[in-house]
């Protein structure tokens, strides 16, 4: 499990700095966010494996938070584990029903913590067919989400492989930037459409030296359209 992403939300400084600290040891690589808003922008920039969530939290509770994040079809197999201080089991099974993953009360032991989030992570781990698409020597293999061009390693940061995969997954077709936001960041994610064009001329670098960044063409006053046909 190492070298996971976990997004830690709770509104208590002090909080996620001992959490960071305990999920850090343990390997984990760790974000941050203080309440729902930044947590969204968090989500966008770049997508986690599991999210730990303060269900009390002023504005957005934790609870109205899942529920948001389990209705979109972009961050709704995220697993998320409520940690709080609520011990009734009317909470719990409230909080299981909404979608999270487990349900940690506090206090806590971090072994206990880091045992529940293994075990989550594991479950989430798609054990099925992997799915590899490729065109003309660039492949896209989603179930270890790596890109080879040519055979040769492709390195991508986490939103550009979505963009990639993206494409590649509909290639021929025209797409908005408001439709790339909704396909890539999901709807509700609060992303400006000029970061869409931002992500783009990253993935086209990073593709630039194989010879494929002609394939993300922009088709002007429409969009983008991801083609061999150069």
Not at 21 to 48: K, N, T
Not at 80 to 107: F, H, Q, W
Not at 133 to 146: F, K, M, P, Y
Request: aromatic share 6%; with cysteine.
């Amino acid at each position: 499990m190492h070298g996971k992403l976990i997004l830690v939300i709770d509104d208590e400084g002090p909080i996620r700095e001992m959490l960071r600290f305990a999920l850090s040891r343990a390997e984990f690589r760790v974000v941050e966010a203080s309440g729902a808003q930044e947590a969204r922008l968090r989500i966008a920039d770049e997508r986690p494996d599991l999210i730990l969530m303060d269900w009390m939290m002023p504005g957005v509770s934790g609870i109205e938070l899942t529920r948001e994040l389990k209705s979109q079809p972009m961050t709704r197999d995220i697993p998320i584990i409520m940690v709080t201080a609520r011990v009734e089991e009317e909470d719990k099974i409230r909080g299981l029903n909404i979608g999270c993953d487990d349900y940690v009360s506090k206090p806590f032991s971090y072994p206990e913590l880091i045992a529940r989030i293994q075990a989550v992570l594991r479950r989430a781990t798609p054990g099925g067919e992997e799915e590899r698409l490729a065109i003309n020597g660039l492949e896209v293999d989603a179930a270890s989400q790596r890109v080879t061009a040519k055979g040769q390693p492709v390195r991508l940061g986490p939103t550009e492989y979505r963009l990639l995969h993206f494409f590649i997954s509909h290639p021929e077709r025209v797409y908005t930037r408001e439709q790339v936001l909704d396909r890539v960041w999901g709807q509700n994610v609060y992303v400006e459409e000029r970061t869409v064009d931002v992500h783009i001329r990253r993935l086209r670098k990073a593709l630039e030296p194989f010879g494929y960044d002609e394939m993300i063409q922009t088709v002007r006053g429409s969009g983008y359209r991801f083609s061999d046909k150069i």
